[in-house]
C-alpha cells in the first residue's frame, strides 16, 4: 500500500474511487471532495503534522487514515459512505461547484461627475507701441474713463473618488484530530478523548 506524507497527497489518490465520506467514529458528519480539500490544505499549513514515522494510507475503496509504523495498524479518519448518502453528498458537491464557477456579481461603479467647464477670460490684444498724443484740453462736461478689470478665474473643487468596499474570503472549515491517535477533537478540548493525551496549543 502507498504512503503519503500529507493529507493532500492521499486525497488525490482517494478521490478517483470516492467523492464523500464520513468521520470515522460518527453517523452524520460528512465530507464530500470539496470540503475534504479545504481541510487538507489547513492541514498542510501545519495544523495536523504528522509524527515521525506516521503516514497516510488509502484503502482500495477509497478509506483515509493513518499508520504508525506498520502498515497493518492504522487509525482510518475517513470512510466511504454508501447509498442514497453517497448519491446525496455527491449532489451536494456538484452544485457547489457550479456555485464556484459563476461568475461574482459585480458591483455597478458610480460614474464621477464631469466638471463643469472654467471659463477663460477673452485674450488681450499686446499694446502697440505709439508716440503719446499731446494732451488735449479738458471741458467740464467730459467725463474722465474708467479702467476695467479683467474677470477672475474660478477653480471647481474636486469629487472625490468611489472605492469599494474589499471583500473577505470565505474561511475554510476546522476540524482538528489528534496527533497521537488521530481522534476527532472539540474545538476547547484539553486532552483527547480516544487516548487522554494533552491538545497542543
Same mark, same amino acid.
Given at each position: 500500500?502507498?504512503?503519503?506524507?500529507?493529507?493532500?497527497?492521499?486525497?488525490? *489518490?482517494?478521490?478517483?474511487?470516492?467523492?464523500?465520506w464520513r468521520l470515522n467514529g460518527s453517523e452524520d458528519n460528512y465530507?464530500?471532495?470539496?470540503?475534504?480539500?479545504?481541510?487538507?490544505?489547513?492541514? *498542510?499549513?501545519?495544523?495536523?503534522?504528522?509524527?515521525?514515522?506516521?503516514?497516510?494510507?488509502?484503502?482500495?475503496?477509497?478509506?483515509?487514515?493513518?499508520?504508525?509504523?506498520?502498515?497493518?495498524?492504522?487509525?482510518?479518519?475517513?470512510?466511504?459512505?454508501?447509498?442514497?448518502?453517497?448519491?446525496?453528498?455527491?449532489?451536494?458537491?456538484?452544485?457547489?461547484?457550479?456555485?464556484?464557477?459563476?461568475?461574482?456579481?459585480?458591483?455597478?461603479?458610480?460614474?464621477?461627475?464631469?466638471?463643469?467647464?472654467?471659463?477663460?477670460?477673452?485674450?488681450?490684444?499686446?499694446?502697440?507701441?505709439?508716440?503719446?498724443?499731446?494732451?488735449?484740453?479738458?471741458?467740464?462736461? *467730459?467725463?474722465?474713463?474708467?479702467?476695467?478689470?479683467?474677470?477672475?478665474?474660478?477653480?471647481?473643487?474636486?469629487?472625490?473618488?468611489?472605492?469599494?468596499?474589499?471583500?473577505?474570503?470565505?474561511?475554510?472549515?476546522?476540524?482538528?484530530?489528534?496527533?497521537?491517535?488521530?481522534?476527532?477533537?472539540?474545538?476547547?478540548?484539553?486532552?483527547?478523548?480516544?487516548?487522554?493525551?494533552?491538545?497542543?496549543?
Amino acid at each position: 500500500m502507498k504512503h503519503y506524507k500529507n493529507l493532500m497527497s492521499a486525497l488525490g *489518490d482517494a478521490m478517483p474511487v470516492c467523492l464523500a465520506w464520513r468521520l470515522n467514529g460518527s453517523e452524520d458528519n460528512y465530507f464530500n471532495a470539496r470540503d475534504l480539500f479545504a481541510f487538507a490544505l489547513a492541514d *498542510d499549513n501545519g495544523e495536523g503534522a504528522l509524527k515521525e514515522g506516521q503516514f497516510y494510507l488509502v484503502s482500495a475503496e477509497g478509506a483515509i487514515g493513518i499508520a504508525s509504523g506498520y502498515e497493518y495498524f492504522v487509525r482510518w479518519l475517513f470512510i466511504p459512505l454508501e447509498g442514497d448518502t453517497y448519491e446525496r453528498e455527491v449532489l451536494r458537491l456538484k452544485a457547489e461547484l457550479e456555485r464556484d464557477a459563476q461568475p461574482e456579481p459585480v458591483a455597478p461603479t458610480v460614474p464621477e461627475p464631469v466638471p463643469e467647464p472654467v471659463p477663460q477670460p477673452a485674450p488681450q490684444p499686446q499694446p502697440v507701441y505709439q508716440p503719446a498724443p499731446e494732451p488735449a484740453p479738458q471741458s467740464a462736461w *467730459d467725463p474722465q474713463p474708467t479702467p476695467q478689470s479683467a474677470p477672475q478665474p474660478q477653480t471647481v473643487p474636486q469629487q472625490p473618488a468611489f472605492q469599494s468596499a474589499p471583500q473577505s474570503a470565505p474561511q475554510p472549515p476546522k476540524v482538528r484530530f489528534c496527533r497521537n491517535c488521530g481522534s476527532p477533537i472539540s474545538p476547547n478540548a484539553k486532552f483527547c478523548s480516544g487516548c487522554g493525551n494533552p491538545i497542543a496549543r
